[in-house]
């Protein structure tokens, strides 16, 4: 693997712009689709949405899953504690910040008892935008108590459940059966995948070609709503990965929008941190009146919903006070696990 400098930083620059694509899609859906809701309508924003559904989940998972192979065979316990406790306690923690902010309203309206059961509930049914880090650790644990079966097996398992469209009602089960098989693949064929993305940066006007093929078909079976179809999402959701990293490529070869590699960087702080300033901006923009566009809205709030746990992180940072929000303390590892500078992880 190519490292990302000569300064010896490990991080792959591709790997950061994808990962920052992927976020600030997340955070644009979420906004989005919130302001659409609370006004009533729709907007451009709601296209662009719409373009990525295909892929903007898959994406993130096969991403996951890229560097499965260098850590899955640590002792469990190490694992454990990387792959478990890691992304639990950063749940826990924000989940009691969004109840800070959002169950004294829901105890006013509903009373104290639906306040508790709504709080209880939270530690089987993901709470909110959270679910993604609730759902990884499970990704972690499967794949290594399945790691000794043939990947072809893995895969056509993943497969039948992303095709059956599974619908129970929890939040677990039912994305499970969806993204699985798209982190299986980012475990598997992650050699393929960096010799993709590397080809990509070395042909480059080869690689834009493929981006616009891979657009242009995404944009006309999302448009004739076909992108939903059983067999026909997965091969979306794949080739959109494809496209995803194909771009990431193209971008890291020229140093291009580097933001987005910054964002990449920090997706967990986006992530977690994303759904107040999100909540706020929008509840502000819709009451005032200050801008009445539907989409207009809807992008003011997404760019406020990354940018706002940035500078926050940036803050932690520079004063140390906070970094608790975005840095998992040594008292929450495991013992006798240490704590050591990590590995190249998923939403890190």
């Known amino acids: 693997m190519a490292t990302s400098s000569s300064s010896g ?30 006004m009533g309508g729709t907007g451009f924003m709601h ?12 994406d993130f998972f096969l991403i996951s899953g890229l ?39 829901l105890i006013a309206e509903e009373g104290i008892k639906a306040g508790v059961e709504q709080f209880l509930l939270a530690f089987i049914e993901p709470f909110g935008t959270l679910w993604f880090i609730y759902l990884l650790p499970i990704f972690f644990v499967t794949a290594k108590l399945v790691k000794r079966v043939h ?38 064929a992650a050699p393929y995948i960096f010799a993709f993305a590397k080809m990509v940066g070395d042909r480059a006007a080869a ?31 794949l080739a959109g990965c494809l496209g995803v990293i194909a771009t990431a490529s193209l971008l ?27 909540a706020a901006t929008r509840v502000i923009l819709i009451k005032t009146g200050i ?19 940035l500078i926050l992180f940036a803050i932690t940072e520079a004063t140390g006070w906070g970094r608790f929000l975005f840095a998992r303390p040594a008292a929450f590892y495991l013992a006798g696990t240490g704590k050591t500078r990590p590995e190249l992880q998923p939403a890190e």
């Open 151 to 188: 990947p072809l097996i893995v895969l056509a398992v993943a497969a039948i459940f992303e095709t059956l469209r599974v619908h129970t009602g929890s939040t677990v089960i039912d994305e499970f059966a969806a993204r699985f098989l798209y982190f299986c693949v980012g475990w598997y």
């Open 47 to 58: 296209h662009v949405v719409e373009f990525a559904r295909p892929f903007r989940m898959p």
């Open 252 to 278: 890291a070869r020229f140093n291009l929008a580097r933001f987005i590699r910054y964002a990449g960087e920090h997706s967990i702080v986006i992530y977690l941190a994303f759904f107040i300033p999100m």
């Open 67 to 105: 560097f499965l192979s260098l850590v899955i065979d640590r002792p469990w316990r190490l694992y454990l504690d990387r792959k478990v406790v890691h992304f639990a306690y950063f749940y826990v923690l924000w989940f009691l910040i969004a109840v800070a902010f959002k169950w004294p309203g």
């Open 291 to 309: 801008v009445t566009d539907i989409g207009w809205v809807a992008l003011i709030v997404t760019c406020v919903g990354v940018i706002s746990p």
């Open 207 to 237: 690689g834009l070609v493929l981006v616009a093929l891979w657009a242009l078909a995404n944009a006309t079976l999302v448009w004739f709503d076909l992108a939903v179809l059983p067999g026909v999402s997965i091969v979306l959701g």
């Open 9 to 38: 930083d490990p991080r792959i620059p591709w790997v950061d712009y994808a990962k920052g694509i992927c976020i600030i899609l997340v955070v644009m859906m979420h906004s989005t689709l919130g302001v659409g809701e609370a």
